[in-house]
């Protein structure tokens, strides 16, 4: 009885210690085809004390996988090639699909919170 109850206790326990954030669906570099950086600054000091957020309004809204990724390329294009940037400007990027696209990631400085 007492393994049934520890067994049980333990089962409540994983159950609950989900997070909302377990169900978001991540897409990495590879996955949307992102170019490589042309280089990386590192992130030198953890924790970070604040986040930045950033809207963009164009190119227009994404409702799907295949536009999403389009949408998240050609923001790719214009930080890199009209804005002259080492890489796409955000750390990630939500699509109305509900996924989030890895931009520069974790641990690089991104274009709109230098230093």
Not at 62 to 79: E, G, L, P, T
């Amino acid at each position: 009885m007492t393994k049934i109850l520890l067994v049980s206790l333990w089962f409540i326990i994983a159950v609950k210690t989900q997070s909302p954030c377990d169900e978001v669906s991540f897409v990495n570099r590879a996955g949307w085809g992102a170019r490589e950086p042309t280089s990386i600054t590192n992130l030198t000091r953890k924790p970070l004390s604040f986040y930045v957020i950033h809207h963009t309004y164009s190119p227009p809204n994404c409702y799907d996988d295949a536009s999403c990724i389009q949408r998240v390329k050609s923001i790719q294009n214009y930080h890199q090639l009209d804005r002259g940037w080492v890489d796409i400007g955000y750390h990630f990027l939500v699509g109305e699909n509900g996924k989030v696209y890895e931009g520069r990631g974790w641990n690089r400085q991104a274009a709109h919170s230098p230093g």
